[in-house]
């Protein structure tokens, strides 16, 4: 009897946490492809998604460490409407 190991990017719930926030410009122009490359490379999850301008960007991506990204981005600028989803929760009819 064979046991199959579920690969995390199969795994719907491989990253729990949808984090969602605003990153206003604080001193120096923000650069979404910047923020986009160093969240990749730094912090495990998937669905990223990083959009705006020099002013203002917005970022979504799903995590198992939100702290990270929001340590991260309150480095880059200004961080507003913070939102951290617990997917699983959610799943299970609770409140996320």
Known sequence: ?????????????????DTQL???RRDKDLDEDEI???ITENIEGNSLIAA??????????????PWK????CNMV???YDIVV???I????????
């Open 22 to 24: 605003l990153i206003d």
């Open 89 to 96: 929760r959610q799943s299970d009819g609770k409140q996320g």
């Open 85 to 87: 989803e617990d997917m």
């Open 69 to 72: 990204v929001l340590e991260y």
């Open 1 to 17: 009897m064979s046991m199959s190991s579920i690969d995390a990017e199969d795994d719907q719930f491989a990253y729990r946490y």
């Open 36 to 38: 986009a490359d160093y």
């Open 52 to 65: 705006g301008d020099e002013d203002l960007i917005k970022i979504h991506f799903h995590t198992n460490e």
């Open 77 to 79: 600028g200004e961080i």
